[in-house]
């Protein structure tokens, strides 16, 4: 004897979820900064006197509340990086990325920590690790790191 499969029950409906997001002080000020003055900052432990770059809270290392602002030239050294070749749907925007772009880790003068973020450059012979990057802003910033679309290779 077959016994008959049972649908499952569904309730569909639209809702709205709106919510509000608190980035905490060491975020808000960040990226207050980034906004309106354009100018990046890091953060330093008092404990072990490494700067981190964006910003936390608390030292991953030491576990104490860190508070002690430093600003960035926005300067840095490209310490490895990537040409991408395939089209991604940008999280930010919700386009697909123009490609290829260059994509490397890099290591902001004054800090102890690397970020990873857009290269302006693709061409594989043109860059390499220990090169020069600065960051490029937009005229109209927003306060999040998008506000930097780039960082351009720089000459020394």
Do not use: Q
């Not at 910003?55 to 310490?79: H, K, N, Q, W, Y």
């Not at 940008?90 to 004054?110: H, S, V």
């Amino acid at each position: 004897m077959s016994k008959k499969k049972e649908e499952p029950f569904t309730i569909a409906w639209t809702t709205d979820l709106p919510y509000r997001y608190s980035m905490g002080r060491v975020a808000s000020k960040f990226f207050k900064e980034l906004k309106e003055k354009g100018r990046m900052l890091g953060i330093k432990c008092s404990e072990c006197g490494r700067v981190y770059f964006p910003p936390r809270a608390i030292c991953p290392d030491c576990f104490v509340e860190m508070t002690e602002f430093v600003e960035l030239s926005g300067e840095g050294t490209l310490a490895g990086f990537t040409v991408v070749n395939y089209p991604f749907v940008d999280p930010n925007t919700g386009e697909t990325r123009p490609f290829p772009y260059g994509y490397g880790a890099i290591k902001l003068d004054g800090t102890d920590t690397y970020m990873l973020h857009f290269v302006d450059e693709t061409d594989p012979e043109k860059v390499r690790s220990g090169i020069r990057v600065k960051a490029v802003f937009r005229d109209k910033r927003e306060g999040n790191l998008s506000d930097i679309p780039y960082f351009k290779i720089i000459e020394e």
